[in-house]
């Protein structure tokens, strides 16, 4: 898509990541992250969809005016922990030319009553002050959390916060984009599904095999290593998430160094370290399938989770 020339361009231009210092109350401004789509391994289609709704009409909005088509919106991905919805959405960063502002819920919500949706509202506004803009809305899955009463009204003036932000913008046609990320989007309060707010579901599916090799090998990168048979550890660990595989690489990397400090060379990392990492180890996503079948066949009045089901049946979980 992009030429690295054109990246590099976009770099120095150094872009804006918006976010909460370490007080939880102010925002500040950091460098963007450096990670861009190349950083992540497969999810082309879910690339292309971030690519038509966020990125081309950007750079080319007489195409998406000539349709009458409307640039931008919103976005929630979905899917099992681990398999990359945080670190896609950073990654959107550092392709877009607009700027982004990301907002962790869950540091959000650990405010004062009454501080939150403020500083909610200061994200929005921030965002409308620096737009082009993306606002990345992590870990919504936080909203639906605890059943104590007063935490409960907590998050409900959150939620009509949010609403009310989300409907401004559609309003205001701001050129603000929203992605939200959530493991569990069926707790979502109803109301921050209606068309304009996050009507758009995206299912991020764990890696498939040729996926994995590539996520493997991004994770061994500048990594002293041996001539590795990287598809036949990808072969074996059909579900495993990003997160799992980065694990693996983790513990591979440690048995490496360990074997460099008995011996005093550098010792690189063999098939044998990874076979090893990998004893034991299980995938990590097929418990988030077994909730999501549940709400996909009994409570799935829009059929938003029918491509769950459909990955389920394609690769045989039951
Ligand atoms: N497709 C991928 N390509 C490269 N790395 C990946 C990919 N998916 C996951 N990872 C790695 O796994 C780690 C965890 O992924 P991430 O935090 O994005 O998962 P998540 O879907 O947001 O999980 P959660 O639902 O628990 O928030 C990332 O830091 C990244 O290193
Ligand atoms: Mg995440």
């Known amino acids: 898509m992009f030429d690295h020339d054109e990246l590099a361009e976009r770099r120095r231009k150094k872009l804006k990541l918006i976010r909460f210092d370490s007080d939880g109350q102010t925002l500040v401004e950091s ?20 690519r038509m709704n966020f990125i081309l009409p950007l750079k080319q909005p007489e195409i998406f005016a000539a349709y009458g088509k409307e640039a931008g919106g919103s976005l929630l991905l979905y899917g099992p922990p681990g398999c990359g919805k945080t670190f896609l959405a950073r990654a959107v960063a550092g392709e877009i030319d607009a700027n982004f502002l990301q907002v962790e819920l869950q540091a959000i919500l650990s ?27 992590d870990e919504l899955d ?39 990320a959530t493991n569990t989007p069926w707790y979502l309060d ?15 599916p764990p890696p498939e ?13 500048g990594k002293p290593t041996d001539a590795l048979d990287l598809a036949k550890i990808a072969a074996e660990t059909k579900f495993f998430s990003g ?30 370290d990874l076979k090893k990492a990998l004893k034991g180890r299980k995938a990590t996503t097929l418990d988030w399938f077994a909730t999501a079948k549940n709400y996909a066949i009994f409570s799935d009045v829009n059929r938003d989770y029918q491509v769950v089901l459909d990955y389920m049946k394609r690769h045989g979980i039951k």
């Open 31 to 50: 460098e963007k992250p450096r990670e861009t789509f190349e950083d992540v391994g497969g999810l082309e289609d879910v690339k292309k969809k971030i």
């Open 111 to 137: 405010m004062y009553v009454g501080q939150s949706e403020h500083n909610l509202h200061d994200v929005f506004e921030k965002a409308r002050e620096n737009k082009p803009c993306v606002i990345f809305v």
């Open 142 to 180: 936080a909203l639906g959390g605890s059943r104590h009463l007063m935490r409960q009204h907590h998050d409900r003036m959150l939620v009509n916060q949010l609403l009310l932000e989300l409907d401004g913008l559609q309003a205001r046609n701001d050129q603000v984009f929203v992605i939200g």
């Open 190 to 204: 109803p109301a921050l599904r209606r068309p304009g707010r996050f009507n758009h579901l995206v299912f991020v």
């Open 209 to 221: 095999a040729a996926e994995r090799e590539t996520i493997l090998r991004l994770k061994l990168k």
């Open 243 to 272: 997160a799992d595989l980065e694990q693996v690489v983790r513990d591979a990397v440690e048995l490496a160094m360990e074997r460099t400090l008995e011996t005093g060379e550098l010792q690189p990392v063999t098939q044998e």
